[in-house]
């Protein structure tokens, strides 16, 4: 007799019994992609340095029927990210997925004037405290023989920065050093998935374009959206597509992948 193994898409992309970090879970970007993996039915873990917003997201979740847990995380602190995996491991027994989301954003200067100090805060947090939180989740993940880690990069890991957008007296905050980590995490992403391949963990990073917060200055937005094919800045759904096929066995044969997000700003 011949047995069908075949799934649906619907199959593919469910991601019930799996357990996912999402670091800077209770961000901007972060409450999209954990409610994204929350709703495709995998447990969340929410991390981050600031753990009472973590706390209140999580609850928010909970509430929604979700499950949903809060959990401190310092991100240049390769100990914390270590504390964090086994936090996870205690309480829902697996890892499958890491969200690699969190970075600390440094004084923005020009880079003639970018103080060192400085440089170091953005690398610590958004290079560094990647490849900490993506060691610390790949043991069990090899362990097990499976896992997903999404790092998160942006449009200026693949392109500079159009200084020009900025109107006069705001600071541009994708500087040298924020392209310098972000195009760090996309080629860090290639070496990763290359190492980890054959043994079951995925790796591979979702570039966003821009997506704005409640404060964006209108006159920037004005500016970015002038510079989109699609004509707008992302939305509160835009990702959540993404993250999620990069989680699931819809994209089990994807691995070092950068996923530009951006509505066609880098395509021209």
């Not at 995925?202 to 966003?208: F, H, L, T």
């Not at 066995?249 to 996923?259: K, P, T």
Request: charged letters at 15%; glycine letters at 12%.
């Amino acid at each position: 007799m011949t047995v069908n193994h075949e799934r649906t898409v619907q199959q593919l992309f469910d991601l019930t019994g799996r357990v996912a970090i999402i670091t800077g879970g209770a961000g901007l970007l972060g409450k999209q992609l954990s409610k994204a993996l929350a709703e495709a039915g995998a447990k969340v873990v929410i991390a981050s340095r600031t753990l009472a917003n973590c706390q209140a997201w999580a609850a928010e979740l909970s509430a929604q029927g979700f499950a949903a847990l809060a959990l401190p995380l310092d991100v240049t602190d390769p100990a914390s990210a270590k504390a964090l995996v086994s936090a996870t491991l205690e309480h829902f027994g697996r890892l499958d997925i890491l969200v690699n989301n969190a970075y600390a954003r440094g004084v923005p200067a020009p880079p003639e004037l970018l103080d060192p100090a400085e440089w170091r805060t953005w690398l610590d947090a958004g290079l560094s405290g990647a490849f900490y939180c993506a060691q610390a989740a790949a043991l069990p993940m090899l362990d097990q023989g499976s896992g997903s880690i999404i790092n998160i990069g942006s449009i200026y890991g693949v392109v500079g920065t159009d200084v020009g957008m900025y109107p006069s007296g705001m600071p541009v905050n994708a500087s040298a050093a924020y392209g310098a980590i972000k195009g760090g995490i996309v080629n860090l992403t290639r070496t990763l998935a290359v190492a980890w391949a054959a043994k079951g963990v995925r790796v591979n990073c979702i570039s966003p374009g821009g997506f704005p917060g409640d404060t964006i200055n209108s006159e920037f937005a004005q500016n970015f959206r002038a510079k989109v094919p699609l004509g707008r800045m992302g939305n509160s759904t835009d990702l959540k597509g993404a993250v999620v096929f990069l989680a699931s066995d819809a994209g089990a044969y994807v691995i070092g992948h950068n996923l530009l997000v951006d509505g066609g700003w880098t395509a021209w």
